[in-house]
């Protein structure tokens, strides 16, 4: 029953292009300090393009770095969650070519191949067979190498797919699911099996949401941030995360691992972000209300986002090119320094599970009606829940 108390990792000094500059000694200094810091867990995401450069191909190179991060992670008492078909990350799609339609671009997010961006758009893995099949040998592939490792804890199918593509079909989600899943579990059975959801899957109907995941997968995952929701009353407003856990876990009926929650905070704060930012203070007060309240509503644990900020080389660069915001949810900053936010998180390690806000009194409606108006039951639902929970609901709900 402990309170699991995780973080979220990609290296300072190269981001989302370090398992091609890959350097084990950087990752164990990295997961050393994670881990002096007094977290327990780590979530690493395997770069589709980098682990699969061919849909009938998986790199070994990759495979053989990954065991060597699972290797780092047991000899520094971490455990791990590998994250697959990644996908979409900080802003941005990463996917391998072959995964891609060409001249179709202009969507939500920008398309990076080859560290590029480029004009094209995801292949819909959950109507192509043959992206399907590429993705399930990928899934068997890295179950196989980390089968009997003793740092994983779970796999992650995806960091928040549905702003990759979106399924026709609940039914078609579910298949999907079944079809990664069942490739892990054919070679790596008893290790659980999640998938991470964030609050967009609340609040629109994207049709792999907690029903579907729940279905088939172990536990529930959900990411949250509230200067990313209209209607959250700030952009340090912690409630709102065990209020978007407490739905998924009523949606889904699983237990929840809260699997990111953050803030981007620097000093000074950037005059450029369009995203609200913090000061390093801010963000520290942030995390201290956050994590108690994320403990007592019950979840399997909480993961930071993120490990630390990155080295200004790579803001000329996607996805930070675009993003300032995202150059600064780290604990650390890029030199390694720590921020005043991981001495808050320090107090929080080895916490038992706690579940006295598990109570969906304030929940008034059916789970069958939820996506009818999902953004209108959203807003509503959270009233009541601040109202149940005795705090004052004030014109900060549009």
Request: aromatic content about 12%; glycine content about 6%.
């Amino acid at each position: 029953m402990r309170f699991r108390l995780g973080i979220n990792y990609w290296p300072a000094s190269n981001a989302m292009y370090w398992w091609r500059r890959f350097d084990a000694a950087e990752v164990n200094s990295d997961f050393k300090r994670i881990r002096e810091a007094r977290f327990d867990s780590v979530r690493i995401f395997l770069l589709w393009e980098d682990f699969q450069p061919a849909p009938n191909r998986v790199s070994e190179t990759a495979l053989d770095h990954l065991h060597e991060v699972a290797d780092i992670a047991k000899n520094n008492q971490l455990s791990l969650i590998p994250t697959l078909f990644t996908g979409h990350m900080s802003g941005v799609n990463w996917l391998p070519v072959w995964a891609l339609v060409p001249g179709e671009g202009a969507g939500r997010f920008r398309i990076v191949c080859g560290g590029h961006v480029i004009d094209a758009s995801p292949r819909n893995w959950y109507t192509d067979l043959r992206i399907r099949e590429a993705q399930a040998l990928l899934a068997r592939e890295v179950a196989r190498t980390l089968r009997s490792h003793a740092a994983v804890w779970a796999y992650d199918l995806g960091n928040e797919n549905s702003n990759c593509v979106l399924p026709p079909s609940g039914e078609s989600a579910v298949t999907w699911l079944e079809s990664i899943a069942g490739a892990i579990r054919s070679v790596d059975p008893n290790r659980p099996i999640t998938i991470g959801l964030h609050a967009e899957d609340l609040e629109e109907d994207r049709r792999l949401g907690p029903a579907e995941a729940a279905r088939v997968c172990d536990f529930l995952s959900m990411h949250g941030y509230p200067q990313y929701l209209r209607w959250a009353c700030s952009a340090d407003d912690e409630r709102v995360l065990p209020f978007l856990g407490l739905v998924t876990q009523w949606l889904g009926g699983r237990d929840v691992l809260f699997e990111e929650f953050g803030a981007p905070a620097a000093e000074p704060v950037p005059e450029t972000s369009l995203v609200p930012m913090l000061d390093e203070s801010q963000a520290a007060l942030f995390v201290e209300r956050a994590l108690p309240s994320l403990r007592v509503a019950g979840f399997l644990g909480a993961m930071l986002w993120c490990f630390a900020d990155y080295q200004p080389y790579l803001w000329r660069i996607p996805p930070l090119d675009h993003a300032p915001h995202e150059r600064h949810f780290g604990l650390w900053r890029w030199d390694h320094s720590s921020k005043s936010a991981l001495d808050v998180v320090k107090r929080f390690a080895g916490l038992s599970r706690e579940e006295s806000l598990k109570d969906f009194a304030w929940i008034d409606m059916r789970r069958e009606d939820f996506y009818l108006d999902p953004k209108l039951n959203l807003r509503r639902l959270y009233k009541n829940f601040r109202d149940h929970c005795k705090e004052e609901a004030g014109p900060c709900l549009q």
